[in-house]
């Protein structure tokens, strides 16, 4: 079955830290994923996706098809990045893909 | 034009009664999906409607949810007989026609429910 595992439910680092929020997927196609985010009191919103290799506010995210993983990092937390993120997995059906997420990890960055 | 649009932003309604939660996706987007936010749960897939497709409604919890999609735009969630565990931000997305590589979902701004 298609599944997204976020196994922390809640991260909490110093401004200045080094972040990655783990994202572990079981897929039996080639996979598209994608790390969404949502600010408080915000909607939630795409923050990147593997295909486009993008680097985001700093976020970068890496397929590792080996590991099937996809973690989210950024080499130095800001305060700015305290939000709920959420991994999701775009489920390839009949008619269409249907996106499948994670439990969420909430990240709080102390200053 | 604007993004997704849900309606009622709060809703406090009573053990067993019925409630409709609206949503407006994203003129053009073929895909629509509900889901549930609960406090420490995540993020709950409910149902999916994709074009004129049989619905997947897999992730309804209980046969007291149900949903539409009228025209193959603007879908309705109802609860029949809420309960307190009914509780919760109810969120709908849209998309694209996603069959290719382009499933970004953008999301309203969800309804609070709450159950007392």
């Known amino acids: 079955a298609q599944r997204v595992t976020q196994p922390e439910k809640l991260l909490s680092v110093f401004k200045g830290a080094p972040v990655e929020l783990k994202c572990n997927y079981s897929?039996?196609?080639?996979?598209?994923l994608f790390w969404y985010v949502q600010y408080s009191r915000q909607r939630l919103q795409l923050l990147l996706r593997h295909i486009s290799r993008e680097s985001i506010k700093g976020f970068t995210a890496d397929l590792n098809k080996g590991e099937t993983s996809f973690h989210l990092k950024k080499p130095f937390a800001q305060e700015e990045d305290s939000a709920m993120y959420y991994c999701?997995?775009?489920?390839?059906?009949?008619?269409?893909?249907?996106?499948?997420f994670g439990a969420g990890t909430i990240l709080r960055v102390k200053s | 034009g604007a993004g997704v649009s849900q309606s009622p932003s709060n809703k406090v309604t009573e053990k067993g009664k019925d409630v409709e939660l609206r949503c407006d996706p994203i003129s053009g987007h073929t895909a629509l999906y509900w889901y549930r936010q609960s406090l420490g749960q995540g993020l709950e897939f409910l149902i999916y409607?994709?074009?004129?497709?049989?619905?997947?409604k897999s992730g309804l919890p209980s046969d007291r949810f149900s949903a539409e999609r009228t025209g193959g735009s603007v879908s309705t969630l109802t609860i029949q007989r809420t309960q307190q565990e009914d509780s919760a931000v109810y969120l709908c997305?849209?998309?694209?026609?996603?069959?290719?590589?382009?499933?970004?979902?953008?999301f309203g701004q969800g309804t609070r429910l709450t159950v007392v």
């Open positions: 897929y039996s196609g080639s996979p598209e």
């Open positions: 409607f994709q074009g004129n497709s049989a619905p997947d």
């Open positions: 999701a997995l775009a489920q390839h059906m009949e008619y269409g893909n249907k996106l499948v």
């Open positions: 997305a849209s998309s694209l026609s996603p069959s290719g590589k382009n499933t970004e979902a953008f």
